[in-house]
């Protein structure tokens, strides 16, 4: 496969100037190298070679579309990479080097045959401004991009199930009964200073992804797919530093949907078959098991199958946040005793003797430790060869 300086080329008018920026880092935080103008273009000579040039030595194109990028460099841009890819204009974009037209709002008949992330221009998102997106929104724009750069044959699907229950699961529980075994909803809330199950309930939304642990502003999702970043960069590193040939790994989470929660048998036995073999994670609110349903499947099926799988994690989170002081000795222990917080919070994953473990998590630093633990060991095994991009495709898009 060809070697490219940049894994995309982003276009866009200066007006959408911040949506730009702000993709071109989350971009690079998920170690995809993006191109982008006033970043990469050099001092003195003119800027027009130069833009042709990253064309050039872009792998694929993003372009930022609104309707003030009418008339702008955007549609030239998305023309000269398509020229560069099949200068005979017979056959357009390959799976190796594609274009994604990213919409904000307003339309394009004439980018129509690229491939369109809608997801911005459907949740009307761009009159407010980058900075008042949905994260979820947002993730999901750059999850696609992602996906389509890299393609899903190029990180390895580590499955992962939510336990936690809905927004309005959790409102229709009478708080003040009593289960046959611990305190009743009301009683536990006021031991953990939470207080009333109004208060609870902004912590949880229509989908299980939405629930947010620690006290967080950010979704269980978020977390994750956060996390999983930091550890591909770590593990990355630390395969690096063991073997400098050695095949770049990442792994994604292939997460149980609600075919798992609300499926015939058939669908939730097809789920829970990811969670009996191989690597897997989960991830349980202990809050949930107040929801009829969540005991349902964990005692019938979670606890029976997946906890026989020797290579399944679980993790236990808090539904608060720790403690000020808590965050603030731990910060303490790191700086002052480095050789020994490290095992804890980048532990030493390689070394056979160190043990795997799940414990009650507090918040996402702890969180990342512990997931490192589970996943590293499996790192080895999935060294191989990358893989052609298997390119991804809205097929319901209007645009297609």
């Known amino acids: 496969m060809p070697s490219y300086a940049y894994d995309a080329f982003i276009s866009y008018r200066s007006v959408d100037r911040p949506w730009a920026e702000r993709l071109s880092a989350d ?16 001092a003195g000579p003119r800027w027009e070679p130069q833009l042709f040039e990253a ?15 009418q008339g702008s460099w955007v549609e030239p841009e998305v023309s000269r990479f398509a020229q560069i890819v099949d200068p005979r204009g017979l056959s357009g974009p390959s799976a190796s080097r594609q274009i994604f037209v990213v919409a904000l709002e307003g339309d ?18 761009y009159e407010a401004g980058v900075a008042q997106v949905d994260p979820g929104v947002w993730r999901r724009v750059v999850d696609r991009i992602e996906q389509g750069i890299r393609g899903v044959e190029d990180s390895i699907p580590v499955p992962m199930l939510i336990v936690t229950t809905t927004r309005d699961r ?29 208060d609870l309930l902004r912590y949880y939304d229509d989908a299980r ?13 978020g977390v994750l797919e956060g996390l999983k970043h930091e550890i591909n960069r ?41 969670l009996t073999r191989g690597p897997a994670v989960l991830v349980i609110d202990p809050i949930s098991f107040y929801d009829e349903l969540v005991r349902d499947r964990f005692i019938n099926w979670i606890y029976p199958r997946a906890f026989r ?5 679980v993790l236990v989170l808090t539904p608060f946040s720790l403690p000020a002081s808590i965050v603030e000795l731990r910060a303490a222990i790191r700086q002052m005793a480095r050789e020994v917080a490290e095992r804890f919070y980048r532990p030493p994953v390689f070394d056979p003797r160190y043990a795997r473990s799940s414990a ?18 499996h790192v080895t095994e999935w060294r191989r060869p990358r893989q052609s991009a298997v390119v991804w495709t809205r097929t319901d898009s209007p645009y297609q």
């Open 170 to 198: 959790l409102g229709s529980i009478d708080s003040t009964v009593q289960p046959a075994s611990g305190p009743s909803l009301d009683d536990l809330l006021m031991s953990l200073g939470i207080g009333t199950k109004d």
């Open 309 to 313: 799988n020797r290579d399944a994690f």
């Open 209 to 221: 992804s939405g629930w947010r642990p620690f006290g967080s502003q950010v979704d269980i999702q």
């Open 234 to 274: 770590e593990l990355g590193e630390m395969l690096m530093d063991e073997d400098s040939t050695a095949d770049p790994i990442r792994f994604r989470w292939d997460y149980l949907g609600d075919e798992f929660w609300i499926g015939q048998e058939d669908a939730v036995e097809q789920q829970t078959a990811k």
């Open 27 to 42: 971009l690079r935080a998920r170690q995809i190298t993006p191109f982008l103008d006033l970043d990469n273009l050099r």
């Open 108 to 125: 394009n008949p004439a980018l129509r045959a690229y491939q369109w992330i809608t997801d911005l221009k459907e949740a009307n998102a």
């Open 360 to 377: 009650q998590i507090g918040d996402g630093t702890d969180l990342k430790g512990w997931l490192m633990m589970a996943l590293a060991p």
């Open 55 to 69: 064309l050039q030595e872009s792998r694929h194109l993003v372009a930022l579309w609104s309707s003030a990028a």
